[in-house]
């Protein structure tokens, strides 16, 4: 009897002496969520229009529309305040068969002046691989009961604007090639501008106003749609590749990544690299300042990442870690650029 | 010596009570009425315990002594008469003709008688064998009989030896246990010889060497005067005389419990939401119990118990993001032909749920007191128990839902929604007792404690209250058998 009282005493003892301590064990499992965008790692060679990045072009492409409404048969001056005027030469539009159209129509522009309107439109200033730097850009439509009408052969439409920068003498005429056209998709990575077959320099105003004095271009474009003053950077710098790298999560599918120039107004479009799984351009002229921004979705989340590059030629790889922001905290960001 | 005694002494006792039934065979006491402890525990319990043993044996020895002396001398001028009777008809011849035994004391009530002999040499028998301690129904008179020896002084003996002098022929005193122990024996064979009944009752070898060990026992006692002698009490009008024996129960019990919640302000949802994050588990509880027998059936348990219910608690969060450092090597071009090998750290966040599990656990310190009634043989025993559990404390450890959702610590210093003592509780159960040894039983107890308050305190949205049933396998021990 006395083992088996020790026994119990002893079992009783260690029971007690279990209360002093602490037996709560904790466990965290942790399950990624299946089929949402931010686990997805995988990148693809070529985009598709269901991937996230054209859901974030579209949702970018915030630039400020002017809207009019014109008679198809008469000249019409529009003025956008004291910046713009459109100059319409009534009997110059024609319909998709080339018919004169009459009646009225309307007409929509979009105009891209900094360099966060380009990367809202998407529309790096590129010209195929060469670089460019950018005078302003317009994108004027004019539709007719819903269908757009295009200039006639030999007709033209004149803008002229005032610049947020000193108008310079060598800017040219440039239209937008697009593969997709605007505004059914913003994201268009084939997008490039190409220059007018009319290469001479685009002509350039100033006047006095109350406010000082204003300056800046008077284009004349044969073609609607896409029209930008540019003019190419120096080609002679030597030039080198440049590579932005981010987490895994960010990949080609729901990330575009912008070099944006900072003693130019350049913005140019880094793509995304399947083999290095890397977004990277090529002919940046060594030692050029300039401000790598990507912007993301992930769902309804967007994130926002930036890397100040103040040498380019020092290093080419730069890698930065985006951060989720909101829509307009990045609208607001790019509006300052 | 003494312990071998004293297994010799249970032995008898069961084999006796086999022949005769429980109520025919003595008990006898061959040990102390001490609760022994373990020699190899703590320094200090063992201390202490043979302090309080040393006391109460002490105190128990002098009070049985005085008690001893008074009862044998009022036993003596009482049945003198009955005895002296009963020496006239006695054939004095087969057992011989003088007593010289220095320690014989006889108390005879009533009718001294043998078994279901109705001879006067039955009686004599029974007088030539007053160095067994036996407990005999008189078929004849339906009366108890009680013959026991005790250790006595100078003074006992010679009242003795002048109210029985003719009962025994043998001289047991300044005996060797040996020789005490043979002359038991030849007691014995005399009786069978005189006695054919009772040979005939006593013919199968079990019992012969049951009556043997207890004429060993018996001599061992009368030469240990360190133990005091037997005085068993006759039943009173038929009814068992109170039970002066205690007992000790250690016990463990897997348990479940069962949650109740009661709504008071909190929303459903988060009741719900609560509900489906909890989950009880297999839980526990140990402790022992002194038993205090009212009579052969009734018992009364107290004792003390530690509890402790386990849950456990799992919660989902959801948009968890979990990171991961990854370092990323890639070859990058510069420019035409002018490739370098990049590696790149960084980390890859994944978005998703987690659930964490947190094992919660209730603890409390109770007293049980039980009132349980038994029956069966001594083999084994039912029984049926009934009480109260008193809470002396309650303390929490783990995490809770709050009503906002989130996962919040509890534990014993920040603790706000719990009571630190929860009340009394109703008990209730059934055993079941299966002997194991002469003192120690193994039982089961299927319970079921019915908490009659809330353990959440007046600031909480709901009230909750625990259940618990579970399965107590221990031990009983016979304290002072």
Same mark, same amino acid.
């Given at each position: ?337 | ?102 320690? !014989? ?218 990171? !991961? ?102 008990? !209730? ?10 003192? !120690? ?41």
């Amino acid at each position: 009897m006395n083992k088996n009282i020790q026994i119990f005493c002893a079992t009783i003892l260690l029971l007690l002496s279990a209360c002093t301590k602490e037996l709560s064990t904790n466990t965290n499992t942790f399950t990624p969520y299946q089929g949402n965008a931010f686990n997805d790692t995988t990148w693809i060679k070529n985009i598709t229009g269901i991937s996230p990045i054209t859901a974030l072009a579209d949702t970018l492409a915030q630039n400020t529309l002017f809207t009019d409404s014109i008679d198809l048969w008469k000249d019409k001056a529009i003025v956008f305040g004291d910046s713009l005027e459109v100059d319409f030469k009534g009997g110059s539009c024609t319909n998709n068969a080339g018919a004169l159209q009459d009646g009225k129509a309307r007409i929509d522009i979009i105009r891209l002046q900094k360099k966060g309107d380009f990367i809202k439109a998407y529309r790096p200033n590129t010209s195929y691989m060469y670089l460019l730097e950018t005078g302003s850009a317009f994108f004027i439509r004019i539709t007719k009961n819903g269908s757009e009408l295009a200039l006639s052969p030999g007709a033209s439409i004149k803008i002229k604007y005032a610049d947020i920068e000193e108008a310079e003498d060598n800017m040219q005429l440039f239209y937008g090639k697009e593969s997709l056209p605007f505004p059914t998709s913003t994201f268009d990575p084939a997008n490039t501008w190409v220059r007018s077959l009319d290469t001479s320099w685009i002509k350039t105003w100033s006047t006095q106003t109350n406010s000082g004095i204003k300056k800046g271009y008077e284009l004349e474009a044969k073609n609607l749609r896409w029209i930008s003053a540019h003019r190419a950077l120096d080609p002679n710098p030597a030039k080198t590749n440049i590579y932005a790298i981010l987490p895994p999560n960010f990949t080609n599918k729901n990330t575009a990544v912008f070099a944006v120039f900072d003693h130019n107004r350049t913005v140019i479009d880094m793509h995304g690299e399947y083999a290095s799984r890397s977004f990277t351009t090529s002919n940046i002229p060594l030692k050029t300042k300039l401000l790598l921004v990507s912007i993301s979705k992930f769902g309804p989340d967007l994130y926002l990442g930036t890397r100040l590059v103040n040498d380019v030629g020092t290093m080419v790889n730069y890698s930065f870690t985006p951060e989720k922001k909101s829509l307009a905290q990045i609208l607001a960001f790019l509006n300052s650029l | 010596m003494t312990s071998s005694l004293g297994t010799n002494s249970k032995t008898i006792r069961l084999q006796c009570q086999k022949a005769f039934g429980k109520k025919l065979c003595p008990r006898i006491k061959n040990r102390p009425t001490a609760f022994y402890l373990p020699k190899n525990l703590g320094l200090g319990i063992l201390i202490a315990t043979l302090i309080i043993a040393g006391l109460y044996g002490g105190f128990k020895y002098e009070q049985t002594t005085n008690n001893n002396l008074v009862k044998t001398t009022n036993s003596i001028d009482n049945n003198s008469k009955s005895v002296a009777q009963n020496s006239k008809n006695a054939t004095q011849e087969n057992i011989g003709a003088e007593n010289t035994a220095d320690i !014989t004391t006889v108390k005879i009530e009533k009718t001294v008688a043998f078994s279901a002999s109705k001879t006067n040499n039955e009686n004599n028998l029974v007088n030539n064998n007053t160095t067994r301690s036996l407990l005999l129904k008189n078929q004849t008179t339906n009366k108890i009989v009680l013959i026991s020896e005790q250790l006595v002084n100078k003074q006992n003996v010679n009242n003795a030896n002048t109210v029985a002098g003719k009962i025994s022929a043998n001289r047991i005193e300044n005996k060797s246990a040996d020789e005490s122990n043979k002359l038991a024996e030849e007691n014995y064979v005399a009786f069978t010889k005189i006695n054919p009944s009772f040979s005939i009752l006593l013919n199968t070898t079990e019992l012969n060497n049951s009556f043997s060990l207890v004429n060993k026992t018996l001599f061992y006692n009368a030469h240990d005067k360190k133990i005091q002698g037997i005085i068993i009490c006759p039943n009173i009008k038929g009814r068992s005389s109170f039970n002066t024996d205690w007992g000790i129960e250690l016990y463990a019990s897997p348990d479940y419990a069962l949650k109740y919640v009661s709504n008071i302000s909190a929303p459903q949802q988060y009741l719900d939401k609560k509900d489906s994050s909890e989950q009880m588990q297999i839980s526990y509880t140990a402790g022992f119990r002194l038993i205090k027998p009212l009579n052969d059936n009734f018992l009364l348990k107290a004792g003390f118990q530690y509890s402790q219910l386990n849950q456990k608690f799992s919660y989902r969060n959801e948009n968890e993001i979990k990171t !991961t450092t990854v370092i990323t090597a890639r070859t990058i071009i510069r420019s035409a032909g002018d490739t370098i090998l990049v590696s790149d750290t960084s980390v890859l966040r994944q978005i998703g749920y987690s659930v964490n599990t947190v094992h919660n656990q209730f603890r409390s310190i109770d007293i049980p007191v039980t009132l349980g009634y038994q029956f069966g043989n001594d083999d084994l025993k039912f029984g049926i128990n009934a009480g109260v559990v008193f809470n002396l404390s309650s303390w929490y450890q783990g995490e809770i839902l709050d009503t906002t959702y989130a996962s919040v610590p509890m534990n014993k210093v920040s603790n706000a929604l719990y009571k630190t003592n929860i009340g009394m509780g109703l008990y !209730t159960s059934m055993s079941l007792i299966k002997r194991i040894n002469d003192n !120690t039983h193994l039982f089961f107890e299927p319970y079921f404690r019915y908490n009659l308050s809330n353990m959440t305190n007046s600031a909480s949205p709901y009230n909750q209250r625990f259940h618990i049933g579970g399965l107590s396998v221990g031990l009983r021990f016979d304290l002072n058998r």
